[in-house]
């Protein structure tokens, strides 16, 4: 799922192409995408675009006469920059926004149709779609610490729920821990003030230098490659790969659909975390420690 950095280039990709350009139409060819029916979309077309934000996960595209569209991209959700009146793909395309200079797709990949648009009119119907989430790049260290530690949950699960942070996923997460030397385990309420310190810079830094890196390596183009799983990334997708700190073979923990990162030298003393399905497989034989695996 598109998390902070890709939603901000994504956002830098559209300034430059829809702002302050005139919807021409909307054309959808999934039923499923669209999730609200009051204003109808019909009243977006011929609309100019007044402003482009984040909201959270999602982006938001504002038109004159107070609309909003709302766009979540989900997991497999991405944009693709076409010349006007572009074709929409059969297998993949949901839906085209036609400009004079050009056409944008909604494009999603597999088989379960999560995407969603939905048109509201006026500021105050955007409320329902905003989670909650401290917004990490505008707080202050005193807030940040307050909002991660009100519940004792894991640092991953704080990071990544919405509710409690916004814009982090599950990539971004596991690089702002390596940074910080945190175990994705280690519980919010047994952290001390100079690691929610440490998380805190991490938050900040990570997210912003992913965010200038994807615009400087993108440039003047619409990007292509939205993708959870960068080269340069320290840990995340990177399981049996050396840390780029300290050269211990990254580590991972599976659950459901998502995969932790994280290197064990760098973030948890050596110490392995078990993985739910392989540790209960491997019982007594499960390696506690990095060394148990030389």
Known sequence: MPEYPDIHLYLHALEQRILHRRLLGIRLTSPFLLRSVDPPLAVAEGSEVV??????????????AELFLVIHLMIAGRFRWKEPSATIPGRLGLAAFDFDA????????????????HLVRGPGALA??????????ESDLTTFAAR???????????????????GIGNAYSDEILHRARLSPVKRTKSLGAEEIGRLFEACRTVLTEWADRLVAQTGDAFPTKVTAFRPEMAVHGKFGKPCPVCGAPVQRIR??????????RCQTDGRLLADRALSRLLKADWPRRLEDLE
């Open 51 to 64: 402003e482009l934000r984040r909201l959270g996960k999602r982006i938001v595209v504002g038109l004159d």
């Open 102 to 117: 050009g056409t944008l797709l909604l494009t999603e990949a597999g088989t379960k149709k999560r995407a969603s648009l």
């Open 128 to 137: 329902p779609f905003e989670r909650g989430g401290l917004e990490v790049l």
């Open 148 to 166: 991660l530690t009100a519940e004792n949950r894991t640092v991953k699960r704080a990071l990544t729920d919405p509710t409690i942070l916004s």
């Open 255 to 264: 659950y459901a659909d998502n995969e932790t990162n994280y290197c064990a």
